[in-house]
């Protein structure tokens, strides 16, 4: 390869290949070196905090049904009514019964009634906690907790530990506390 000598920063020459550009200055280096940077370099984006806190809001409204104890072996006995099926007969043992459908029963031996909107239950039943979001009509026995919400109807003789009615909810018919419970109507 061909070398041609060209002046140094120091004066003196230097040896560089034939064919390349010549070298630069550390005058222009510095230039071109700064105009890159410029170029390049973004602005400095601002630290911004983005924890947002967080806190608790507590929503009035009725308190949520506990949840039926749990059995030895990890299960509850759970019936479920669905739409448009209607059941009638005695129901016992049952921890609980959601009602979306049609009942004609006795209840009895279980912890909880849930009946949704759609739900009926006709007949008597014997329990620790109601849940009534749809209509009820006979015998309805609450150890502990009565809950009437907005759409729901309850209607002949009613007994209760506590008593919890949402507004709109309607409870008809021979209605008494439980001896030993506490009334709340909301």
């Not at 620790?128 to 209607?155: C, M, Q, W, Y």
């Amino acid at each position: 390869m061909f070398f041609k000598k060209k002046g140094g920063d120091d004066g003196t020459a230097k040896d560089q290949p034939a064919g390349l550009a010549p070298a630069t200055t550390p005058a222009t280096d510095d230039l071109a070196a700064k105009g890159a940077s410029m170029t390049q370099q973004k602005p400095p984006v601002p630290a911004f905090n983005t924890e947002v806190p967080k806190r608790v809001v507590d929503i009035p409204g009725p308190a949520r049904r506990p949840e039926p104890p749990k059995k030895p072996e990890g299960e509850t006995k759970r019936l479920t009514v669905g739409r448009d099926i209607i059941l009638s007969g005695e129901i016992t043992s049952c921890d609980v019964l959601v009602v979306e459908g049609r009942v004609e029963a006795t209840l009895s031996n279980s912890h909880a009634i849930e009946i949704s909107s759609t739900g009926h239950f006709k007949g008597k039943a014997e329990i620790d906690e109601a849940d009534i979001n749809g209509s009820f009509d006979g015998t309805l026995s609450v150890r502990n907790r009565l809950l009437v919400r907005a759409s729901g109807k309850v209607t002949g003789t009613v007994r209760y530990g506590q008593l919890e009615v949402e507004r709109g909810g309607e409870v008809t018919g021979d209605v008494q506390l439980v001896s030993g419970g506490t009334s709340s109507t909301s």
